[in-house]
Structure formats: C-alpha cells, structure tokens
C-alpha cells in the first residue's frame, strides 16, 4: 500500500470513529501500533480482528497471503508493548504471539467465520501467524469526563451489537464457533460494565445526587432485565437460533442506554 494512502486510510479511521468509506461493511477494524525492530520508529498498521474469551483481540499477520510475514508482526516478536486504536478507544496492549494447538485451534475457527483467512493461508507455504492483543490498562481510558467515557462505552457496545447482528442474521439457524466466541464476549463485557455501575457508579451518582435514587433503582431494575436475556443468549448461541434473542438483547439495552443517558450521563458530566 503507498505511503500516502496508508497515511490517508488512518487518518479517516482516526476522523470517523473507525468507519472507512472505502469498506462497503463497517467489520471489526483497529490501528495497531508497534516500535519499528531496527528503526524505532511507531509503525501503525490497520488490521481486521475478532474478540476473543477474556477480553483477548485476535489479528492474523495475513499480509493478503503474502510469502513474508508483515512488518508489524516482526516488530511485535521484538516488542510487545503496542497500541491498539478501536475507533472509539485508544489504550496500550500486550501482543503475544499464539503458538502450537492454540493457534491452530483459534485459526480455525477465525477461517470458519472469515474464509478469506483460508484463502490467503493457501496462496503461501508460511504458516499465518495469529496474535493475542490483552489490553494493558484496567478499564477503558478516560474520554473527559465520567459522562463522556460512559457514553464512549455505551457506542463500543452499541457497534459490537451491531456487529453481532448482522452475523448472526447472515449466519443463519446455527453459529459456528468465531460467532459463539463474539457473542459470548459481549455478553461478558456486558455483564462486568453492568456491575461495574451498580456497585461503582451509581453508589458515587447518589451520594452526589440524591434526588437520583428513582433513577438509579429503574436502570438497576434493567441490568437484571438485560442479565436475564443475557443469560437466554448464551444458552440460545450453543443451540440453534439466537437471532430473535439478539434483538430482543439489543431493543431492551438500546432503550437502557437512552435513559442512562439522559439521566445519570448529565450528573457524570458535571
């Protein structure tokens, strides 16, 4: 890719919140950030990626199925500390380089959900290395005030539900592996941002806004609403089906997070 391209699509990546104008799909992106091996230099390459269990950012060091490995990937063996831009976020990461039974098993099902990981294995005789992304930090980074990085989180589930949707829609009666892994995941997150605010956040909002308490107790209420239909997606992606629990996952949070917004987001901001 020229330079001046290379430059212009981060730039975009950067301004859009991670939306690119060139890809017809609004799939998983990231920038990826490592130190040159011989110049020392940030080298930032974009990179399509899966979740994984954990927490975890899978990225493939594909380079379309070229016969050597991609600059970043000799970059990350010689330095792991890397970082990791998601649109919305941008924090440090540890890469680890997946290795044996691991890789192959992860690898495997990263070709299930994007064939095209299989077709650029096929086109050379090096084995596409596969690596781990662990963010480096507790919690998501500071966008401002408390207000504004709650909204922040709210549009990284927002778009991660999204994303689910559409494969699930796409995949039909039954998941294969990479999609369990990706729905699981964000139930996951779900479920830790969700206490994360029950016992952090809103004891913090009422000691400050007592007049709050109704509010605090409807979007508790809610948390065990999404919890339950959390709980139902995760029995439904091991069985056949889940699209119907999907939505249903995505109407009651994205009215969740309307109402959060207007009324514990403002008190944040202050």
């Not at 950030?33 to 940030?42: K, N, Q």
């Not at 044996?100 to 994007?114: L, N, P, S, Y």
């Not at 998501?140 to 709650?150: A, I, Q, R, V």
Request: hydrophobic share 40%.
């Amino acid at each position: 890719m020229p330079n001046d391209f290379h430059t212009q699509i981060i730039e975009e990546f950067r301004a859009n919140r991670g939306r690119i104008a060139m890809f017809a799909d609004d799939g998983r992106r990231l920038l990826l950030t490592t130190t040159g091996a011989r110049s020392g230099r940030p080298h930032t390459a974009l990179l399509g990626y899966v979740p994984d269990e954990g927490g975890r950012l899978l990225v493939v060091g594909s380079a379309a199925g070229a016969d050597k490995h991609p600059d970043w990937y000799h970059n990350i063996r010689a330095n792991p500390q890397v970082t990791v831009e998601d649109g919305i976020f941008t924090y440090p990461a540890v890469a680890e380089v997946l290795a044996g039974e691991e890789r192959d098993q992860i690898f495997t099902r990263i070709v299930e959900a994007m064939p095209g990981y299989g077709d650029y294995q096929r086109k050379t005789t090096r084995v596409l290395p596969v690596v781990a992304l662990r963010n480096a930090q507790e919690g998501p980074p500071m966008m401002g005030s408390f207000g504004e990085t709650l909204k922040a989180i709210h549009d990284a589930f927002r778009r991660e539900l999204a994303s689910i949707r559409a494969e699930v829609a796409q995949a039909g009666p039954r998941l294969g592996a990479q999609l369990r892994v990706n729905c699981l995941a964000v139930c996951g997150g779900l479920h830790i941002h969700h206490r994360g605010e029950d016992f952090g956040i809103f004891p913090a909002v009422l000691a400050a806004h007592p007049e709050l308490e109704p509010v605090v107790e409807r979007l508790k209420a809610e948390h065990e609403t999404v919890a339950r239909l959390i709980e139902e997606l995760e029995v439904a992606v091991r069985t056949e089906n889940p699209l119907p629990q999907v939505e249903r996952l995505i109407a009651e949070l994205e009215a969740h997070l309307r109402y959060e917004e207007e009324t514990i987001v403002p008190a944040l901001s202050a």
